[in-house]
């Protein structure tokens, strides 16, 4: 499923992010005030995140909102739900 690849990349991207920037999962919770277990979830590919959220998780780690969106490709080829 398509929402599933984009949640998942979404989710690398964040981890990658978040290590590069040096910070626990617990850490970057605090700093975007997102709970610590919906933090996981989003770096495991299991939530659909808001734009808002995303662009929290930006500044937090420093970055635009555009990098947490990487890799993920305009027309995935698996096009079901």
Same mark, same amino acid.
């Given at each position: 499923m398509k929402d599933k690849l984009i949640t998942?990349?979404?989710g690398k991207n964040?981890?990658?992010?978040?290590?590069?920037a040096? +910070? @626990? #999962?617990?850490?970057?919770?605090? +700093? @975007? #005030?997102?709970?610590?277990?919906?933090?996981?979830?989003i770096e495991n590919g299991l939530r659909n995140i808001t734009v808002i959220k995303a662009f929290k998780i930006s500044q937090a780690l420093n970055v635009d909102?555009?990098?947490?969106?990487?890799?993920?490709?305009?027309?995935?080829?698996?096009?079901?739900?």
């Amino acid at each position: 499923m398509k929402d599933k690849l984009i949640t998942t990349q979404l989710g690398k991207n964040v981890r990658e992010l978040r290590l590069k920037a040096k +910070l @626990t #999962q617990e850490q970057l919770a605090e +700093l @975007t #005030q997102i709970h610590a277990v919906y933090m996981s979830n989003i770096e495991n590919g299991l939530r659909n995140i808001t734009v808002i959220k995303a662009f929290k998780i930006s500044q937090a780690l420093n970055v635009d909102v555009s990098d947490l969106f990487k890799g993920i490709p305009r027309n995935p080829k698996n096009t079901s739900k």
